[in-house]
């Protein structure tokens, strides 16, 4: 069974500040893939980030970018510049890599995200 | 990535009720999925809606209480059956549009409120 553990149930930052949230995971799958999704408050989940765990490189979609340590189950996601429209709530969530069954997320319990102004 | 959309967006039903909730997406997916996400919680996945038969049920769900549908590769139905006021949660689709490995994405969502 996989495990999402996101340590941080609240943070904040200043508006054009970096942030950074933690999450790890435990899992037995040897090819998984590990995601960052956010939820404003309008409730609608979107996909931040994605990673594939064979991939050394780490993720990067704009200001958004990922620490990925996989030796350490880490995988960490930094937001440079943050803006108003940042604020959200933020889930950490992992998969199987193939395979109907393996599609199944697994959530962490989330992190809200305030942007101060 | 797909436009997904649910209906009804909320509603606020009496126990011992049932609502349909449906998810239309703009293209055939391959996959699709529904979630709960119960007041301040993560998201649970509740079963995998499979085209043309019956869905694959999470522990802790049964078909009697979600029955889903999924008559095509574009569109789902989950029924709350016999509603509680337990049941009041966000209700999310999820479709993954690919072949393996491909991402999922979520629908809006759907707020029931039981009373």
């Known amino acids: 069974a996989q495990t999402v553990t996101q340590s941080q149930p609240e943070m904040s930052v200043q508006e054009a500040e970096t942030v950074t949230l933690s999450c790890t995971y435990d899992t037995s799958e040897s090819d998984y893939y590990l995601f960052w999704y956010k939820q404003p408050p309008s409730r609608q989940m979107i996909l931040v980030i994605r990673?594939?765990?064979?991939?050394?490189q780490n993720a990067t979609e704009n200001r958004f970018s990922v620490n990925f340590q996989k030796a350490a189950k880490s995988f960490s996601l930094k937001i440079s510049d943050s803006q108003l429209g940042d604020a959200a709530m933020y889930f950490c969530a992992t998969t199987g890599g193939s395979g109907g069954s393996n599609y199944k997320l697994t959530f962490g319990k989330g992190t809200l995200l305030t942007v101060n102004p | 990535s797909a436009v997904i959309s649910q209906k009804p967006s909320r509603d606020i039903c009496q126990r011992g009720t049932s609502l349909t909730i449906q998810c239309q997406v703009d293209s055939q997916v391959t996959m699709m999925f529904w979630y709960r996400q119960q007041p301040g919680q993560s998201l649970t996945l509740i079963a995998t809606?499979?085209?043309?038969?019956?869905?694959?049920?999470e522990s802790g769900f049964v078909i009697d209480k979600f029955p889903i549908s999924r008559p095509n590769l574009t569109f789902s139905t989950l029924t709350v059956s016999n509603m509680s006021p337990e049941d009041s949660s966000i209700y999310l689709c999820s479709v993954v549009p690919g072949l393996p490995p491909d991402t999922q994405y979520f629908g809006p969502g759907t707020r029931l409120t039981v009373l």
């Open positions: 809606a499979n085209q043309g038969s019956e869905a694959t049920y």
């Open positions: 990673q594939e765990a064979y991939k050394q």
